[in-house]
Every structure is written in C-alpha cells, then in structure tokens.
C-alpha cells in the first residue's frame, strides 16, 4: 500500500507531498530540513601538517607541472595536481634543522619532497608572474613493467628525481612570498 515493485525491491510509491519537496526545499519545510539531515556529509579532503613536529615558513595552494623527457627525446610539461605547496623545517629538538619544500595534492598523494640547499632557487615566469620554476626532487610513482621477476621490496621503496617543476600560486605576490622564505632559508 505505499510502495511499489516485487520481492526484495520495494520503493516508496511518489506522493504529491514528495512530489512538491522540490518546491519545500525551495521555500523551507519540514522535509526539506529531514531530507538534509539524511543526506551523507560531503568528504573534503583537508591536509593538515603535524605541527608537533614541523615549523610551516610557508603554506598555499598550488597547481604543480614537472617537466618529462618524452620517448622522442623532447620535454613537456606534465601536471601532476592542485594541493598544497608547504615549506617546513622540523621543530627543535630534531636531528636536523633543514628546510623542506612540500607538495600534496588535496587527496594526499605526496609528490615533492625536496630539501633545500645552498644552490636551490627560485625562477620567476616573466611573462606569467603567478608562476614559477624550480629544481625539486620530486617522488617517482612508476609500477614495473608486467611480469618482470625481482627484488619485490624494491616496488615499495620509492624513487626520487631532481626535475625541474613549474608551480602555480595563484599571484604574483605568492610567488614573491615563496621566494623570499627559499632566498632565507636556504643553507648558505
């Protein structure tokens, strides 16, 4: 008497109050308030840096591009993104007070984990001041090739290469900021 369909699957039969819940949520309503309570929370993935363990110099969103050899030899720019560019140094008390440059996309895939050092810079995209250049070790997710036979730790390890990354930060004043926090922090 209120649903419709056979054996297992019954589905509520539609009705002229369920019918005009498009016009309750329009103007507010009892079920338009149910139906939101009902509905799942929407995931938002949030990045959050362990801030027991690291100082953040710097921190904001950025659409990461590395620079790929191609089978014919030529590079192109790869994306690899939009997450979050940090640089953090660990908190005192730590092993070693070096600066890291950090890039995570919004689901958390880590693909830049590079340390700074005293030759790292900085290279300003003149006629694009939103962006800019930089020299980043960056993770490698490449899977070997199917049915090839060895060290099967190895597939865990991950692999690192310095390449040369173009960044995105939205505005000129950004890519200003990050390069003073690499220009001060770096070893000299």
């Given at each position: 008497?209120?649903?419709?369909?056979?054996?297992?699957?019954?589905?509520?039969?539609?009705?002229?109050?369920?019918?005009?819940s498009?016009s309750?949520a329009?103007?507010?309503?009892?079920?338009?308030?149910?139906?939101?309570?009902?509905?799942?929370?929407?995931?938002?993935?949030?990045?959050?840096?362990?801030?027991?363990?690291?100082?953040?110099?710097?921190?904001?969103k950025?659409?990461?591009?590395?620079?790929?050899?191609?089978d014919?030899?030529?590079?192109?720019?790869?994306?690899?993104?939009?997450?979050?560019?940090?640089?953090?140094?660990?908190?005192?008390?730590?092993?070693?007070?070096k600066?890291?440059?950090?890039?995570?996309?919004?689901?958390?895939?880590?693909?830049?984990?590079?340390?700074l050092?005293?030759?790292?810079?900085?290279?300003?995209?003149?006629?694009?001041?939103?962006?800019?250049?930089?020299?980043l070790?960056?993770?490698?997710?490449?899977?070997?090739?199917a049915?090839?036979?060895?060290?099967?730790?190895?597939?865990d390890?991950?692999?690192?290469?310095?390449?040369?990354?173009m960044?995105?930060l939205?505005s000129?004043?950004?890519?200003e900021?990050f390069?003073?926090v690499?220009?001060?922090?770096?070893?000299?």
């Open positions: 008497s209120g649903t419709v369909g056979a054996g297992p699957f019954k589905f509520p039969v539609p009705t002229a109050a369920a019918g005009a498009g309750a329009a103007g507010g309503g009892a079920e338009a308030d149910t139906a939101d309570e009902e509905a799942p929370p929407k995931f938002k993935p949030e990045l959050k840096v362990d801030e027991a363990v690291w100082n953040v110099l710097f921190s904001n950025a659409r990461l591009h590395v620079r790929v050899k191609k014919n030899g030529a590079a192109d720019w790869e994306g690899r993104g939009l997450g979050m560019l940090t640089v953090r140094q660990p908190k005192q008390g730590s092993s070693s007070g600066t890291y440059v950090m890039f995570s996309t919004d689901v958390g895939k880590q693909h830049v984990a590079s340390q050092y005293n030759n790292s810079a900085v290279m300003p995209i003149s006629n694009q001041p939103s962006k800019c250049r930089m020299s070790n960056v993770l490698q997710y490449d899977l070997p090739p049915g090839k036979q060895g060290d099967s730790a190895a597939a390890k991950p692999k690192h290469a310095v390449q040369v990354c960044l995105t939205g000129a004043q950004k890519v900021e390069t003073q690499i220009e001060q922090h770096k070893p000299k």
